[in-house]
């Protein structure tokens, strides 16, 4: 897993500073107004809108823009979508089996999208369940190190309802069951420790080793999938070392 998630760290590290930046900003707002709807507009009693601005935040998208979202999520200002979650699943290059999230006001674009995306790369779309049992809901806490040590984190996590810490190079990761993810992330509030995100993520229970090539062929196929307006999330199980992941850059 650490190898998936350093690289998915690595990888919207960047996107909030490369072109990329208007889709990372779309898919926040959208999280947010999705949220907003689902739970309400009060940041402070509904904790998946509070982690979803929080992320927003830190990703630099503008005040402005996460509180109209918010508003229109919760019904206090006009113009929100109907949004739906949908999830897709497939496979990749090297047998990796990827699950796609959706957000989406249009059941027959998404998946026309996704299917193209996954065709196009040497992927392919899988029958309802024959991937998803790959996967365990969790909940996932990214945060800066800071000199921080594992066992200070773990110190402060552990009665939360946190199940590990791993060393991402200049992050942490806290996992957690996801019905613990706000116990955790007021954990490390309360201990004066700063975090980058905290969400339910899904994570893989079976890794697929990659080599060089695999790698290559693997993060093409996210990034189609991802280039996808309807696409939030990309999970996929696989597993690449350091070494491979500093020739693949």
Not at 55 to 76: L, T, W
Not at 100 to 110: G, H, M, P, Q, V
Not at 133 to 139: E, I, S, T
Not at 235 to 249: H, I, R, S
Request: hydrophobic share 40%; glycine share 8%; charged share 30%.
């Amino acid at each position: 897993m650490s190898g998936h998630s350093k690289w998915a760290t690595t990888k919207h590290k960047k996107a909030a500073l490369d072109a990329k930046r208007g889709k990372l900003f779309a898919r926040l707002i959208k999280n947010i107004e999705v949220a907003a709807r689902t739970g309400g507009g009060d940041p402070d009693g509904n904790p998946t809108l509070y982690d979803a601005i929080q992320k927003a935040k830190k990703n630099s998208v503008p005040q402005d823009n996460i509180e109209r979202a918010r508003k229109r999520g919760a019904g206090e200002e006009a113009g929100g979508a109907d949004w739906q979650t949908i999830n897709y699943e497939g496979y990749g290059p090297n047998g990796v089996a990827v699950l796609i999230e959706c957000l989406t006001d249009n059941r027959n674009r998404a998946a026309s999208e996704v299917r193209t995306a996954l065709t196009r790369n040497g992927g392919s779309l899988a029958d309802p369940g024959s991937v998803a049992y790959l996967f365990n809901r969790k909940g996932v806490v990214i945060m800066p190190k800071n000199d921080l040590s594992e066992d200070d984190v773990l110190m402060a996590v552990l009665d939360a309802g946190a199940e590990e810490v791993n060393d991402l190079g200049d992050n942490f990761e806290i996992v957690s069951e996801a019905t613990d993810l706000v116990a955790v992330r007021k954990a490390l509030q309360d201990a004066g420790f700063d975090y980058e995100s905290a969400e339910a993520s899904f994570l893989p229970s079976v890794n697929v080793p990659l080599d060089a090539e695999g790698a290559k062929k693997v993060f093409k196929l996210i990034d189609a999938l991802e280039d996808c307006d309807d696409v939030q999330n990309v999970y996929a199980n696989f597993d690449v070392p350091d070494d491979v992941l500093a020739e693949v850059g």
